[in-house]
């Protein structure tokens, strides 16, 4: 990732990663590559060299600052990453947009201000510009962590459209609204901003209607201490991996609480696991239960309620923002390969060996229709 350190810019940097997380990771991994704004066409040399996809951020902060500045340099990484077999990943909020709109009505001051000043114009013209270029190129898009209603819509006609464009949505985003800035502060942080109830229920239209590809937890674990800082220089982003099922799941059976558990697990499977790994090039290993693939498995008991506590969390940032929420349904075991990395009763927690492997992508055609 280019928001990593260090970032993942070159096919050498990418076998540095694999040596480095060697021995780290109780689950099977992959990777993305960054684009290096100042090098673009060094993504060309991760054709077929143990990536599936890039992502190229539209704007920056001081923890992603390496970011493709004006619609000349996204032209221009779209000739490069075209014919490379590489799926382009986007952080779409435009940059100039933020710049304009500041440059009139100041920085954020406040926790407060926070979404008027990160505004949804800048994801809007984003998404805008990228399925521009997706339909005059015909190069496969991804755009993660949409955010507002109206990028939802112009992606999901997009993709109607016949157009190899696609999309994530977060669970950050599927689980906290502006109204909870409020308590929340720094907590909730995130770029792009957690937005209103009105983008909140069409996030979860796209979740249950199949138009959103992807559910991605955007796992950002930034130091408590770090996330206290100024509105302006706190960094965004929020832990979410070991949250995500569980507030899929729980926002699921809010919304349809006659369902069957059973029922409600078709899409919760499909967005967290099928999907994905086709997206990207996983799918000869993983995302499905057939004869052949890795017997990754996820033993969920849907029934219990529950919330998580400061002692059950695994990130080394050993915050959560989802501490204190109600969540329904949990996983009670997870294996890797036929092994039980990690079993839960309510005694204790029993975690595998950390003997994950990296894995080498097969890039698959990207798919436009829905699953
Ligand atoms: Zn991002």
């Known amino acids: 990732m280019p928001n990593t350190v260090p970032p993942l810019f070159t096919p050498e940097d990418l076998e540095k990663k694999v040596t480095e997380v060697a021995g780290t990771s109780l689950v099977d991994y992959g990777f993305h590559a960054g684009v290096d704004p100042r090098r673009p066409a060094l993504v060309r040399e991760f054709a077929g060299a143990g990536v599936a996809s890039v992502k190229a951020f539209l704007t920056g902060h001081h923890t992603a600052p390496h970011f493709l500045r004006g619609p000349d340099a996204l032209r221009d990484f779209f000739a490069h990453v075209e014919g490379t077999g590489l799926l382009a990943l986007f952080h779409a909020e435009c940059a100039e947009v933020f710049a304009l709109l500041d440059g009139w009505r100041g920085e954020p001051d406040s926790w407060r201000d926070y979404e008027r000043h990160r505004p949804r114009t800048a994801a809007i013209v984003a998404v805008s ?16 962590h949409v955010s507002t209603r109206e990028e939802a819509d112009l992606l999901t006609a997009a993709g109607a459209a016949g157009l190899p464009a696609t999309f994530e949505v977060t669970g950050h985003h599927l689980t906290f609204t502006a109204d909870d800035t409020a308590a929340l502060g720094a907590r909730i942080r995130l770029s792009p901003a957690i937005r209103e109830r ?12 199949g138009h959103a590809r992807t559910v991605g937890s955007d796992h950002a674990p930034h130091e408590h201490a770090d996330k206290l800082r100024p509105p302006a220089q706190a960094p965004p982003g929020l832990p979410g991996v070991q949250e995500l099922l569980a507030a899929l799941f729980t926002g699921l059976r809010l919304r349809d609480p006659g369902a069957d558990p059973g029922e409600l697990l078709r899409p919760v499977t499909r967005l967290l696991g099928a999907a994905p790994a086709a997206l990207f090039g996983l799918g000869h290993r993983k995302g499905r239960i057939e004869v052949g693939l890795d017997a990754d498995l996820v033993l969920f008991d849907a029934e219990p309620t529950w919330s998580l506590a400061e002692a059950d969390i695994r990130s080394k940032c050993g915050w959560s923002a989802y501490q204190g929420r109600a969540f329904v349904g949990r996983v009670t075991t997870t294996l890797r390969r036929g092994e039980v990395v990690y079993q839960r009763t309510p005694e204790t927690t029993v975690f595998g060996t950390p003997s994950g492997e990296w894995i080498r992508p097969r890039p698959a055609p990207h798919p436009t229709t829905s699953m």
């Open 198 to 209: 009105a983008d909140q229920d069409r996030l979860w239209d796209a979740v249950r209607y």
């Open 129 to 144: 510009r990228l399925i521009d270029l997706c339909r005059d190129t015909g190069t496969p898009i991804h755009v993660l």
